[in-house]
């Protein structure tokens, strides 16, 4: 695993290797330049021309050591500014997290009061239907009392038929004896 890891930065680390050994060399040149003029006291000889085209291959690589931290340094600011995009992003979606989680329990809050609504309705449903079926047997128990009251009127208006017819004859025979007895 190390192996890999290696193989894959190898690139960036020979390059920053580079110019870190590139910098060295260059603080490494002036360091010796400054203690040589100042250990004689006096201004440092004009340079051979090997070393002005020395001096000039490590200006070269200066200014390449220094457009490679240019452009690092923008790496690194575009890397700033992703990441502060990240972190917006990130915040914005833990407030809507936020959000859906209170969503969903006032969701689950009012699911449940609607089951409890509906267990309520169904309880009530069902002592209507004991009551109507209450009701039905108490239906069909007056549907015969009424079935026998209607028997008995009629039993009862034949014999009123019968008594009155009766009455009207003994009136009549009535009537006969007292006139009979009347005209004697």
């Known amino acids: 695993m190390n192996g890999n890891r290696s193989r894959n930065w190898a690139p960036l ?16 040149l002036v360091a010796a330049l400054s203690l040589t003029s100042t250990a004689e006291g006096r201004r440092p000889p004009a340079p051979a021309p090997a070393a002005q085209t020395q001096s000039a291959k490590l200006a070269e690589e200066l200014s390449a050591f220094r457009a490679l931290v240019a452009q690092e340094a923008e790496r690194n600011r575009a890397l700033s500014n992703t990441l502060t995009e990240l972190q917006d992003t990130l915040s ?25 609504q509906a267990r309520e309705m169904r309880e009530e449903v069902r002592g209507l239907y004991v009551e109507s079926s209450g009701l039905k047997g108490d239906i069909a128990q007056v549907s015969d009392k009424i079935d026998g009251l209607t028997d008995n009127l009629g039993n009862f208006r034949l014999s009123a038929g019968m008594i009155a017819a009766l009455l009207v004859l003994l009136d009549i025979v009535a009537v006969a004896l007292i006139l009979r007895r009347t005209s004697s």
Request: charged share 30%.
């Open 92 to 116: 914005r979606l833990v407030h809507r997290v936020g959000e859906l989680e209170t969503e969903v329990r006032q969701l689950r809050e009012q699911q449940h009061n609607a089951q409890e």
């Open 13 to 28: 680390a020979l390059g920053f290797r580079r110019v870190v050994g590139w910098g060295m060399r260059c603080v490494a």
